[in-house]
Each structure stands twice: as C-alpha cells, then as structure tokens.
C-alpha cells in the first residue's frame, strides 16, 4: 500500500491532487465499480460509486440526502454510537431495536418500528461494538419485510469491517439480496490508514432510485463540506484496494480475550469479525461495571452508548501482551462485581 | 511539496496514517499555531488549532458548533455560494449585506442587519469570486461594532486565497483586529492540491470562548463525519505550509482579462488576489449576458448565485491562450448586449 503511495506521488499523474468531479475521479469509481460487478453480479458502472471521505462522511452524506426534518432511521442494537448524531445532523432521528439473542437483528421488531417517517434501515456488520456478522438469511428476511412497506426504504449497509473477519465466515453482499441497497465503507481498517479519510457509496444498480440518490449524494457530499475524498488515496485505492491487512494477529487477540473471558464466567457472542469484544457484564450497571474495572486497570466503554447496557465493549486494538496482563483484572472486577 | 509528501511516506513515522486526536497530530497543531504566533503576535497554541478535511469542513465544523435551529449568519455579497449550504446544513439561515461599491463590507449595514439570532459575521478574503481584499480598516471597523453588540457575536474568516494575492496588496490578519476572531483555510489553492482536503480552523487565543469552541469544534467535526483531516496532508503541511505556489502566471492572466475587458467597456473593481475577475454585465439580467456569453463560445457563472446580479465570474485557472481567445468573445457580447 505504501509502494503504491510512493508510486502514486513520483507518477506525475495529470492532475494528481486537483480538483475532480465531487464524486471523484471517474477511473477510480470504474475501479472500484468493476470489483463490485465481480463480487455481486450486478452491473455496477462508475456512476454507481462516490467516492468519500472515509465511511462516516459516507453516511452523513447519505442520510443528508436522504432525510427531511422529522424523519426517521432504523438501527440494530448494538449500533456505532456515532449514529445517533449522524441521523440529528440532518433533522432526523435514529430509532434503536433491539437484536435477537445472537445480537443479529430481529426483522421482526424491525418491521414493527416502521413508521411513515422510516426513510432508511441503517446496519453495521462486521459490527462495531460486537463484532457479530449478520447472515445472508437476515437481509433476504430485510428484502421480504421491505416490499410489504407503504413507502420505499433503504437498506444502508455500513461495511468498514468487511475485510477483517475470523474463520472465513462470509459477510454476504447486501445488492444481491436487497433491491434499495447503499453499501458504506471505508478502507480504514482493511487497509491499516484510519487517519487517511477514503470510502464510498455504492447504489446498488437494482435500486430505481440509483441514479437520483448518485446525484443526490453528489451535491450533499459537497454542501456538508466534504468536497470529494482525499486526491492520493482515491489512486491508491484503485490500484490496492484488494489488498487486506493480515488478520491473524486480531484473531489470536480475539482468541485470547473470548477465551479468557468465558473462562471468568462471562457471557459472550463469540465476535466473527471487527476488532471488538463485547460481552454482558455481571450485574445490571454497565457504567458502574467499567467503573470497578477502571480501578482494576482495564480501560473498557460501557455498552449504554451504543444500545445496549448491561455489556462492555472491549478494543482489540492493543498488543497481545496487554490483553495478557489484562485478564486478571477482568477476573478481579467480575468476582468484586459478584460480591456485591 | 511533493518531495515532503514522498520523505513522509518514506520516513516509517510511528503511527503515520493511524488515528489521532480528533482535532489532529498535535505536533502538526503546534507547527501552526508557531506560525500563527509568528504572523499575529498572539499566543496561539496547539489548542487554538483544529486541523480539517480543507477550508469546506472548517466551516462546516464551527458552524455546526455555533448555530443553533434558526440563527443567523451574516455575509457579504458577493459571497461564495455553498455558504447558503453551510448555514442552512445546521439549521441556520445566511443573511447577505450589499457591500460598498469598491465590494468591500460595508460595516453600517453589516451593523444594521444584526438581530438577537445573529452568531457569527462570514467573510472571505481575498474574496471568491471578486478578488478584491478587504482591508485592515474593515475589520477595526467590524472590531468596534461588535463591541456594541448585545450579545457576543463571532468574526469566521474564510482565507483559502490568503497566499494569493498580485502587488503586494497585504492581506491583514484578523486576530490581532478583532477579539473574537476564527480563520478558516486551506491549502487547497496555496500549494495547488485542491483534491487532497487540508485545513485549518484557528480560533483566536484572545477570545474569551477560544477553549469552549475548541472543544465543540473537535466534537461537530467527528460527528459531522469528518473524524479528523488526512494524515499525511498533515504531516506535509507542518513542514512545508509557508511554500506558496507562483502567482506571477496568475497576475499575468490577471492582467490580461481585467485590461481586456475595461478596454471593452466593462465596468470591473480590480482583482487583488484569488483565481477570478468579476465584472458587471452591460444588461442587468447577468443570467441572460452569461447566455450571450456562451453563444460566443465564453464560459462563466452569473453573479447572482454569488449575491451579486449585475455581474459574472470569471475564472482565471485556464491557460494563458483561453485568455487571449475569449476576449474576442466577451467584445463580440458585449457590443451585442449594448444593441438590445
């Protein structure tokens, strides 16, 4: 990636960090388009992809597009806590349901929370905070659900965890299986640049809606300031977006802290992918839980702000070593915690 | 610039690309903020400086920060055009004072449009699309009257052309004239790497606020999706951010468009920086004479979208021999226009 960088730079490219259209540089959406037919079948073309500043510039970018004052946007518990903002930025409002036990959504309640205001269904998988990985069966339970609404509703599949998964489960392409779909992602994590701010939107080609949503987001992507995604990673990520970290080390840290953690006697979905684990605590209070563990050492984020109280998110994205040192903590606060 | 760009990538910094503070690496803030003491006398710390996605996002950001659901923001015509975007993205509405005749703020009116919904007074220069570059007496002006305001209101000065200016005209640094002063920026123009989304907000040391908005600022830039500006672009203008691109092509073309049209007939305040002349049109409807203009094979965008009818924007970032063609061109249309 960084060869590519390099290379990108010492090219002279015509044009290289100019301007662009705001969606970005046609040859880099043909890029990304083509590997988009190859993974879904579907035929995606450069006016299909906008390219944007990482993945949360993708969803207020959408949203904005998206939403009048008032309406609303459906979300799965767990969710990324940052949601609830993205949705008020632009008059809307994200409304939470609560997962099966598996923490995959529940379409059931899903449907059920659907209001004249629902604009878009907005889903995170791999997930932030669980690392859970919603199944093929959950979005053709979304499709089946979203053609019995009054009014049409999209499904936007935030993805910027795709490519970091454990024992090849499969993360199943949402196009193929839900007619409305935006996929929103970034190569933040895949490719190991999280400060470097460079994703896209893809319309899926079977929305009717396609091309005035590509239209749409390319205006809002400008007005909210973004502009167009950064110049030198929009080259970069069509020449390597393929490319992938390599997962292994975030597997044996997951390995470790699911192990250890059962292990105590805490309860935990196993995460399939991400970079999270998030298990229940031991009593109710999830914010005093973080608490008892903070004085035991161990930095955690009470699962109140992403949804879900009564769990903790634990952050993989540390050495082996200090998830090593941390478990004693994590067994001290369980057993302080169960004294109590 | 792009040597920087390449030592960067090369240099295997710890962390480089990785997340940081959202407002930014706070070794990049603190290279600003040494310049900033440096140019105003003010002690601007790595506290008073928010590096963003490019002059776009910074206004979004503080605007964000400011406004709430039915504030006001005063301009100046002729403004740049997304302004109306920026304000009304967060709830709040752009108000547009006629400037004086040489288009620089006129300071009663700007005083008599203030109502207890004003926040902030938004000006840009050198200014888009007028080139003209409002001087130190302006602000001393806009200094006094918000010191008779009833309620604090604060001074956001967009400056992305600030490095490009013809004759030496000097572009007067705002904090050190009003207290409560913000400078937007980029170095989109500056170092001609528009694509790549790299910026500032600086918040004056002298504002009583500075802390508070720096904090709001750092929170309304993660949650408008922006998280923080491109890591590398950061690194490269720590080092290299006082390179200014060579503005003797641009004064030349300047002079070539501005001679050229008053030899016509247009009426025209001449540019003094930025990439644009802007002149009146010999027909009020400047919407119809941008039309004439296009029959004879000349581009330009009407004054109205910019506050201003009456007059047309030109842009000067084509070649050299564009110049030397079009002016046939705006000849052939304005004779038409004086025989309707």
């Not at 009048?68 to 939470?96: M, R, S």
């Not at 196993?270 to 008892?292: M, N, S």
Request: proline content about 8%; aromatic content about 8%.
């Amino acid at each position: 990636m960084l060869a590519a960088a390099r290379r990108v730079l010492e090219s002279d490219k015509p044009h290289l960090h100019a301007y662009m259209p705001n969606a970005g540089y046609p040859q880099v959406r043909e890029a990304v388009a083509g590997r988009l037919r190859a993974a879904t079948g579907l035929p995606y073309t450069a006016n299909h992809v906008l390219m944007t500043v990482g993945a949360g510039a993708a969803l207020n970018t959408v949203l904005k597009a998206l939403l009048d004052p008032g309406d609303e946007v459906l979300t799965v518990a767990p969710f990324f806590a940052e949601y609830v903002f993205y949705a008020e930025n632009h008059g809307g409002k994200l409304v939470v349901v609560p997962p099966k036990a598996d923490l995959t959504p529940d379409v059931a309640r899903l449907e059920a929370a659907i209001t004249e205001r629902t604009r878009a269904i907005l889903v995170n998988s791999p997930n932030n905070p669980s690392g859970v990985i919603y199944p093929a069966s959950t979005f053709v339970e979304i499709a089946a659900m979203l053609t019995r609404a009054a009014r049409p509703i999209v499904l936007v599949s935030d993805e910027p965890y795709r490519a970091l998964v454990f024992d090849g489960v499969p993360v199943p392409e949402v196009a193929p299986l839900v007619t409305r779909a935006i996929v929103a992602t970034s190569w933040s994590k895949s490719l190991a640049l999280p400060g470097e701010r460079i994703g896209y939107l893809a319309f899926s080609p079977r929305m009717p809606e396609a091309a005035a949503l590509f239209e749409a987001c390319t205006f809002t992507s400008r007005v909210l300031g973004f502009v167009n995604a950064p110049a030198l990673w929009q080259w970069v990520v069509a020449e390597v977006g393929d490319q992938v970290i390599d997962v292994a080390p975030y597997r044996e840290k997951r390995d470790l802290m699911y192990e250890g953690l059962t292990r105590i006697g805490y309860r935990c979905v196993k995460p399939q992918g991400a970079f999270y684990v998030f298990p229940r605590t031991p009593i109710e209070d999830d914010v005093a839980f973080v608490r008892l563990l903070a004085e035991e050492g161990v930095l955690t984020v009470p699962g109140s702000g992403f949804g879900m109280p009564g769990h903790i998110r634990i952050s993989l994205t540390v050495e082996r070593e200090t998830i090593v040192r941390a478990l004693p903590g994590f067994e001290r606060a369980f057993r302080k915690a169960q004294a109590t």
